[in-house]
């Protein structure tokens, strides 16, 4: 068996993987070492921002889970593998999240560390090279570009429009002193091209030969000797092992608990069915998993409006032959130009539901349903109070995992989703937008009444590939993670990614991720000078 040794291993180059190895690269002297599953990030398709799309529509560098059945039926449950994760192959939405998310983080860890809105914003600031906003609650020097839309198509005016005459007020930066409103989307691009956390934060230290990046190599185990994470075991060609002195698992809200359990560390008695050794028996491994549950009304519209001709066909040629000579036109931004965060209830409260509009009609891998033109409105829950698990189906890393992310399993989450569909409904009866409108695809002018709706929700719902909390932090006995994101019981361990969150964010996940793994990266270095 082969044996490397660096003084820190890094298992995923994810959003958050990139982000604390590029940080150690340049306040440390260690030797560093980045491992992941994945290829590197040389598909053209990553870097053309409307390229998303074609990536998630044919399962291009995902792992290809599937949950158990949700009300019945399995769900397809992807996430990155692929340098940068991800980041790589998001729609790239730059949402921070409210105030009270991360006020709710603090509560978790109480006077034992700092999480508040407080400590995230100047880190949040000085990740960010904002391209409009430079103010109290925008960044413009560090490396991750955000950007408008250089554009907004017709389709998403009107959208805009008829929001605002139901009552929404018009927010031109919810990522500021309020999420409230409906607002262009911000989104991770610059000069054209996908601004993932690779291009942010991590090339330069490739380049330089500062992190050893390793592809292609997915990590079974840590190992852990005397209560110490001593390195990781990995598969290649063969079984191997990088041995460090610290271990930084940014794998996933998927993939970090099922490498804990691997390594014995883990709910005791699940560990022991599956024939693993017992090192910590750390109950909340797994546990705690929560998502923003999506369901899509789909709409189609009069004439040749959004972006269904461009996104197939003929049209796609032109787009990305257009994109090619002048960088721009539909292929050089995500095409998803305008977002409603918004409480039906109550205007003026905290939303509890976000609304993209995209300006087509997407199927259930995300790509064109057809050649008629439309919108699919994607309503999302922000706050899910339902609860779900990752758990080993066997003791092969290999096998693929139990996921069950419980959509829609507590009964106010089905209201809410209810609520939105009824909403969203009044929004489409607006001056600016009913005219435009030929028909309801989904859920269809017959499903009306709150049974119907509510089991419309159930057939429908799925991810918005938003998974958090299996090692959540916190300062009880139970938490997975301490405030400093220490494994307890294992010395030398910890988990930096989207996994630690006690609760999700409102709104995508990608822009606090990879704020709370500097966050996390800052104290890994103050805790390295101490030793």
Avoid at 24 to 30: G, R
Avoid at 62 to 88: F, I, M, N
Avoid at 226 to 249: C, H, P, Q, W
Wanted: proline share 5%.
């Amino acid at each position: 068996m082969s044996h490397e040794a660096y003084d820190i291993v890094i298992v995923g180059a994810g959003a958050a993987g990139c982000v604390v190895a590029s940080y150690l690269a340049e306040h440390t002297d260690a030797s560093i070492a980045l491992i992941e599953a994945g290829d590197m990030d040389r598909d053209p398709f990553i870097h053309i921002p409307a390229g998303f799309a074609k990536l998630l529509a044919h399962d291009r560098h995902v792992w290809k889970y599937e949950t158990v059945p949700q009300h019945g039926t399995k769900r397809a449950y992807r996430s990155g593998k692929v340098l940068g994760g991800g980041s790589s192959i998001n729609a790239m939405c730059y949402v921070r999240g409210q105030m009270r998310d991360f006020a709710a983080w603090q509560d978790a860890v109480g006077d034992t560390g700092k999480w508040s809105y407080e400590d995230l914003l100047p880190v949040f600031m000085a990740q960010e090279d904002n391209d409009t906003f430079h103010d109290e609650y925008h960044g413009i020097d560090g490396g991750l570009a955000v950007q408008l839309p250089k554009g907004i198509n017709k389709l998403n005016q009107y959208c805009l429009k008829a929001f605002q005459e139901y009552g929404i007020p018009y927010n031109p930066d919810y990522n500021g002193k309020s999420q409230i409103g409906v607002s262009p989307v911000q989104s991770t691009v610059g000069d054209q091209r996908r601004c993932s956390a690779v291009d942010a934060y991590l090339r330069p230290h490739l380049t330089s030969g500062r992190v050893v990046l390793l592809t292609g190599k997915t990590v079974a185990r840590v190992l852990v000797e005397n209560k110490r994470a001593v390195g990781v075991e990995f598969m290649d060609t063969s079984l191997k092992r990088i041995m460090a002195s610290e271990v930084v698992l940014s794998a996933g809200a998927v993939h970090s608990p099922t490498i804990l359990m691997h390594s014995g560390i883990g709910p005791a008695e699940q560990l022991r069915q599956h024939g693993i050794a017992v090192i910590v028996d750390s109950p909340a491994v797994g546990e705690n998993l929560q998502d923003h549950p999506m369901v899509p009304v789909r709409v189609y519209v009069k004439g040749d409006l959004g972006y269904q001709a461009a996104a197939q066909g003929l049209g796609s040629v032109k787009a990305g032959l257009r994109y090619l000579v002048t960088k721009d036109g539909p292929a050089s931004g995500n095409g998803i130009e305008t977002v409603t965060h918004w409480n039906p209830s109550d205007f003026t409260a905290e939303p509890t539901i976000q609304c993209y509009h995209a300006p087509i009609v997407l199927n259930e891998q995300l790509g064109p349903a057809g050649d008629r033109s439309g919108i699919t409105f994607e309503l999302v829950v922000l706050q899910p109070k339902s609860r779900g698990w990752v758990r080993l189906a066997d003791s092969d890393p290999t096998s693929m995992p139990l996921i069950n992310p419980n959509f829609v399993g507590e009964e106010e989450d089905l209201r809410a989703a209810v609520e939105s569909v009824r909403a969203i409904r009044k929004v489409m009866a607006q001056e600016s937008l009913a005219p435009v409108i030929e028909e309801e695809m989904d859920p269809g002018l017959h499903v009306q009444s709150d049974a119907e709706i509510r089991e419309w929700v159930k057939r429908v719902v799925t991810t918005m590939w938003h998974p958090v909390g299996t090692c959540r932090m916190g300062q009880d006995a139970r938490a997975v993670v301490d405030a400093r994101l220490r494994v307890r019981g294992v010395d030398g361990l910890r988990v930096i990614d989207a996994s630690i969150m006690p609760n999700i964010t409102s709104g995508n996940t990608n822009a606090p991720t990879q704020a709370l793994a500097r966050h996390a990266a800052t104290m890994l270095v103050e805790d390295l000078k101490r030793t």
